[in-house]
C-alpha cells in the first residue's frame, strides 16, 4: 500500500485540452512536491507547496496543496506535446532526525496534435 | 544538476546471486535515497540515509541493504536477487531537511532478474 494516491493513471489528450491530476493520502506531510519525468531520465522537479491552501502557479501549470495538507491537484491549461511526461507527487515528512520522501504513484500523460 | 552518478546503468544477473549498485554525489548532500520504479507503482523509497553510517528503511526495503561509509557513496545491495527486483532503480540526494529542499536524480539502474 502506498501513502500517496494519484489519479489518473493515465491520461491521453488532445494539444488544447485542460487536464487535472490528483494526488491524495491520508497523511498529512510537511511539504508536498510535484515532479515530471521524461523517458530514461530521473525525475525533475517543479514546485514545492508547504502551507495548507496554497496555490503556485508556473506558466499553465497550477498546482494546490489541500488545506489539510493530504493531497494536492496539478492542473494545466492548454495542455501541449511538450508537456507528456510522467508526473509524481511527493510528499515530505520528519522522521526526528531525518526527512523521508515519498512519492506516489504516478500519472503518465500524452498529449497528442 | 547535483552530479549524481549511478552504476551500473544496465545489468543483467541471475536469481540468488547479490548485486551492488553505487550512487556517487559530488554536492556533498546530507540525505541519499535508492527508489524502485515499477509501472503502476511510481516511485517506492527502499533505503535512506542522513549520514555516514546512518541509514534507515523504506516503504520495500525486504531483500535490500545499503551502506554509506562515504558521505559521496551510498551502496544498494540486493542480498540474493530475485525476479521480483527486476526495476528500474533510482538514487537520489537531497541537500538538507528545508522542506522546499528538491530531490536530485540519477539516471537510474535498470536491472533485470533472469
Known amino acids: 500500500t502506498q501513502l500517496l494516491e494519484q489519479s489518473p493513471q493515465f491520461l491521453s489528450i488532445q494539444e488544447g485540452e485542460n487536464l487535472t491530476v490528483y494526488c491524495n493520502s491520508s497523511s498529512v506531510f510537511s511539504s508536498l512536491q510535484w515532479y515530471r519525468q521524461e523517458p530514461g531520465e530521473g525525475p525533475v522537479l517543479l514546485v514545492t507547496v508547504v502551507t495548507g491552501g496554497e496555490v503556485k502557479k508556473l506558466k499553465r501549470l497550477t498546482f494546490q496543496f489541500g488545506d489539510a495538507r493530504k493531497d494536492s491537484s496539478l492542473h494545466i491549461t492548454a495542455a501541449q506535446p511538450g508537456d507528456t511526461g510522467l508526473y509524481l507527487c511527493?510528499?515530505?515528512?520528519?522522521?526526528?532526525?531525518?526527512?523521508?520522501?515519498?512519492f506516489g504513484t504516478g500519472t503518465r500523460l500524452q498529449v497528442t496534435l | 544538476d547535483a552530479g549524481i552518478t549511478q552504476s551500473p546503468r544496465h545489468k543483467v544477473t541471475e536469481t540468488g546471486t547479490p548485486v551492488t549498485l553505487r550512487c556517487h554525489q559530488t554536492e556533498n548532500h546530507r540525505y541519499m535515497y535508492w527508489y524502485r520504479q515499477d509501472p503502476g507503482h511510481g516511485l517506492r523509497l527502499i533505503h535512506y540515509s542522513y549520514g555516514v553510517k546512518d541509514t534507515d528503511k523504506g516503504e520495500v526495503s525486504d531483500g535490500y541493504s545499503v551502506s554509506r561509509s562515504k558521505t559521496e557513496d551510498f551502496l544498494l545491495t540486493l542480498e540474493s536477487a530475485t525476479s521480483s527486483q527486476t526495476s528500474v532503480y533510482f538514487c537520489?540526494?537531497?541537500?538538507?531537511?528545508?522542506?522546499?529542499?528538491?530531490?536530485?536524480f540519477g539516471q537510474g539502474t535498470r536491472l533485470t532478474v533472469v
Open positions: 537520489a540526494t537531497r541537500l538538507g531537511l528545508g522542506l522546499a529542499t528538491e530531490a536530485f
Open positions: 511527493a510528499g515530505a515528512r520528519y522522521t526526528g532526525t531525518a526527512s523521508k520522501l515519498t
